[in-house]
């Protein structure tokens, strides 16, 4: 790790996450000890289901532990109300996501302008400034006036990165950013990401592209909401792969 001597920006200590519908309890992340240090590139990987998303959502801050300590940029947040919650996400993290989540009827501009419309202090020239900066930086200041629907998936995707670095965040979290890109195009999102970590913005990306997640300085593996190590998620993919195999050679013969 290149990073161990910068302060840490997320850390969690004993983090767990149930979520309740009725009376029923559904247990998604459980004693999640993490920390993540300033600069830092850590990819989160772990089969479907296994709490991925909702291990991002609550180092962005959209949502809450059940239980366990966790500090962002040295601050508790567990007990936080919702608007402290809200200041520091906006003033702090960016994400990406895998559907982009581009606002339809808004203009590429418009779309990248929308995590400076709760800062204050920023007026319309600077907001401007900011906008056009973060479009050029993903190549896509051609197309500013444009609408989500007038481009391709590659380029949506280019938008929605300029709208998570348009504030100046110090932690970009993108959830699976090139599952809905071919190749080409995921490679340009992983290198514009790349260059962003490089730059000194911290980086915590979901992902199941081993390509993209060997370029991380750390891999956390995620299984039953659980942090494992490697031998242990190697083993776990065996036993997995084992199983569906002799599922498979049952089918066969039935």
Do not use: W, Y
């Not at 996400?89 to 990406?96: K, Q, T």
């Amino acid at each position: 790790m290149r990073t161990p001597h910068r302060p840490p920006v997320i850390d969690m200590r004993g983090v767990g996450k149930v979520f309740v519908a009725g009376a029923l309890e559904l247990p998604v992340l459980t004693d999640i000890h993490l920390t993540v240090h300033e600069g830092e590139f850590v990819a989160i990987a772990g089969p479907s289901g296994c709490g991925k998303t909702t291990l991002l959502s609550l180092m962005g801050l959209l949502d809450t532990p059940t239980h366990g300590h966790m500090r962002f940029l040295g601050e508790p947040v567990v007990a936080a109300g919702r608007r402290q919650r809200a200041l520091l996400r906006n003033a702090h993290v960016g994400f990406v996501f895998q559907a982009f989540n581009l606002v339809a009827d808004m203009s590429v501009a418009a779309n990248v302008a929308l995590p400076l419309a709760f800062r204050k202090g920023i007026g319309r020239r600077e907001r401007d400034e900011r906008v056009a900066a973060a479009l050029a930086s993903v190549g896509m200041s051609h197309r500013m006036r444009h609408f989500p629907g007038q481009l391709s998936g590659g380029q949506q995707q280019r938008v929605a990165v300029a709208r998570a670095i348009v504030g100046e965040p110090a932690v970009i979290l993108a959830d699976e950013p090139t599952g809905n890109l071919d190749l080409e195009n995921g490679e340009r999102v992983m290198a514009l990401l790349g260059r962003l970590n490089a730059a000194g913005t911290t980086l915590c990306m979901v992902t199941h592209d081993d390509r993209f997640s060997a370029a991380a300085d750390r891999i956390v593996r995620l299984l039953d909401g659980r942090v494992v190590d490697e031998a242990t998620f190697q083993e776990r993919q065996r036993e997995a792969g084992s199983g569906l195999d002799e599922r498979r050679a049952m089918e066969a013969l039935l």
